[in-house]
């Protein structure tokens, strides 16, 4: 079992986070040019195909991360859960849905929508999930927080072997299944479905969060701890070159192993959990207290960074031209990846020295 204390930082989870959140960035800057152009041989294609590739982890390790945090305490109170955990998530999802819709149709699309129109037109997107692209995340955190108070107390009543069992038939369910129908799809045209593996409870982000409980609360064999970062790192490997071959073959960018329930996916967030986890003692170590201090802050700030980071992205970073060379290409992306990073660190910095504006944009979460 994990002994690290409630109130202590834990290094490796905010590490993750971090890594997870530049991740995010890089998915979102290099999908306009993976999606502009069918020239699968370029440079720019290349290199945003191999970042945005390797970049996959992020968000199946949000969903581990939450769960190994959020499962570890017993709900004592619904209202009280409901108020520290639910309603920040709905104020900051009004807020931003507000901000980026009014963005998207007043300064990008040039709209001549009156306010009524408009406000009219913002309820029906924030009811159905249509507002900006990133914001999916926080309708589906709520659907798994709403289960907690629940979930919390059958995961305390299961052993390791019920909890294995679970993951077992959820792996097989979800990402089993989908890579069986993405073969069978590639290779007929056809999908399949198999109502065997029709299980709601083992369908879903759930699977990923009750992972990350499991992986933070019970330690596995060495033997097993190494072929899960060997599979993660193959699949870095395996991921960009695989895209690059199906796409090829459709002649449009193909997403089997984009997904995050694709193999490559899986293997890539349970190696980065597991190996980030190992390494808990070592970053102790040999980061000293600042370092440890400045990264436990861009890790609490990585949810406000998540939120912001495209609205940055619009205004500040600019675009890799698609004939670019492999130098300029790579140069770009990490500029822009790191500019991006920055710029939306500092500004949610800025933004969380009033209360105010904290509890409105990112509903009292400093």
Not at 229 to 234: D, E, Q, R
Not at 266 to 293: I, R, S, T, W
Request: glycine share 6%.
């Amino acid at each position: 079992m994990n002994t690290v204390m409630e109130s202590k930082r834990i290094l490796y989870v905010d590490c993750l986070r971090i890594l997870s959140i530049i991740a995010v960035i890089a998915l979102h800057y290099t999908a306009e040019i993976l999606t502009a152009s069918n020239d699968f041989h370029t440079a720019s294609w290349w290199i945003s195909n191999f970042f945005n590739s390797i970049s996959r982890f992020a968000v199946p390790v949000f969903f581990m991360i939450s769960g190994a945090m959020i499962l570890r305490t017993e709900v004592q109170s619904y209202q009280a859960f409901f108020k520290k955990r639910i309603v920040p998530l709905l104020i900051s999802l009004v807020s931003w849905s507000l901000i980026y819709g009014l963005y998207n149709q007043y300064v990008i699309l040039k709209s001549e929508m009156n306010g009524f129109e408009f406000l009219l037109d913002f309820s029906y997107r924030l009811l159905t999930d249509r507002n900006y692209v990133h914001l999916w995340f926080i309708y589906a955190i709520i659907a798994i927080y709403l289960t907690v108070p629940l979930l919390s107390k059958w995961i305390k009543a299961c052993g390791e072997k019920d909890l294995r069992y679970y993951l077992c038939l959820w792996f097989a369910v979800s990402i089993g299944g989908r890579l069986l129908n993405d073969i069978v799809e590639r290779l007929t045209g056809t999908g399949i479905s198999i109502p065997l593996l029709n299980i709601p409870f083992f369908t879903g982000y759930l699977g990923y969060f009750i992972l990350g409980y499991y992986l933070y609360h019970f330690d596995l064999p060495v033997r097993m701890k190494n072929r899960m970062f060997n599979l993660g790192v193959l699949s870095f490997f395996i991921a960009p070159v695989a895209t690059y071959f199906v796409s090829v073959q459709r002649g449009v960018l193909d997403e089997m192993f984009y997904g995050n329930y694709s193999i490559t996916t899986f293997c890539m967030a349970v190696g980065m959990f597991v190996y980030f986890q190992a390494k808990e003692e070592a970053l102790n170590a040999k980061l000293n207290h600042k370092v440890q201090k400045l990264l436990g802050s861009i890790s609490k700030a990585s949810f406000s960074v998540y939120l912001i980071h495209l609205l940055i992205e619009m205004m500040v970073s600019g675009k890799t031209p698609l004939e670019a060379s492999l130098l300029e290409a790579i140069l770009g992306l990490l500029a822009n990846i790191f500019l991006i990073l920055i710029i939306s660190y500092v500004t949610v910095k800025i933004l969380n020295l009033n209360k105010v504006t904290t509890y409105i944009l990112f509903g009292g979460r400093g």
